[in-house]
């Protein structure tokens, strides 16, 4: 089984590479969806369908289009066109 806490590990590296992972509330972001990704992993026979909503609801929140047109704004619209990445309103 893949460890989604290294999974997200490498997500938010790239993301930081990026210079998308700045500021407090952002880290804040980051450390809630990792404390779920641990939980999934912890799971010993399979994480609830609650922790999975709650996972990608984090994950969404982390790659919301910041509006500033850079590659990875395109890279996901991309990878996910299904979600809405636009900023809340």
């Known amino acids: 089984m893949v460890s989604q806490v290294g999974a997200f590990d490498e997500f938010v590296a790239a993301l930081r590479a990026l210079g998308r992972v700045d500021g407090p509330s952002v880290e ?33 929140d982390l790659m ?9 704004d395109d890279d996901l619209r991309r990878l996910s066109p299904h979600v809405d990445h636009s900023p809340p309103a």
Not at 64 to 70: F, L, M, R
């Open 28 to 60: 804040v972001r980051v450390a809630v969806a990792r404390g779920i990704a641990e939980q999934i992993d912890m799971a010993i026979d399979g994480a609830p369908a609650v922790l999975w909503r709650e996972y990608r609801a984090a994950l969404e």
């Open 64 to 72: 919301v289009d910041d509006g500033d047109g850079d590659e990875l």
